[in-house]
C-alpha cells in the first residue's frame, strides 16, 4: 500500500507517516497524474483526524483509481497508537 498525505505543507512537515507521498487536498485534481504508477496498489489516503479525506476516493477515482481508502482517524490515530512519524 501506499500512503497519500493530504494536508498542507506545515502539517506534513510536522510529522507524516513515513515514505507517505505528499498532495496537498487543494492541489489533487491537477496532481493525481503524479500518482499514476501507484493505481494497481492500495492508496490510503489521511489527514490530521479523518475529515477532510472523504473527497480524495472521488477525485482518484475520476483518474481511474480503483483501491483509494480513507485511515480512519488520520495521523491524530496513527500517532495515538504510537506508529512512526517521520519529519525529512
Not at 506534513?12 to 507521498?21: C, L
Not at 496537498?24 to 490530521?48: G, H, M, S
Not at 483526524?49 to 481508502?69: A, D, M, P, Q, W
Amino acid at each position: 500500500a501506499v500512503f497519500l498525505d493530504i494536508r498542507d505543507d506545515g502539517e506534513y512537515k510536522g510529522g507524516h507517516i513515513p515514505e507517505a507521498i505528499h498532495i496537498p487536498l487543494k492541489q489533487l485534481p491537477e496532481r493525481a497524474t503524479e500518482l499514476d504508477k501507484f493505481k494497481n496498489v492500495p492508496l490510503i489516503a489521511y489527514c490530521r483526524s479523518g475529515t477532510r479525506t472523504g473527497g480524495v476516493g472521488g477525485i482518484l477515482k475520476k483518474h481511474g483509481f480503483e483501491n483509494v481508502y480513507n485511515l480512519s482517524g488520520g495521523i491524530a490515530a496513527w500517532q495515538k497508537a504510537s506508529l512512526p512519524v517521520s519529519t525529512k
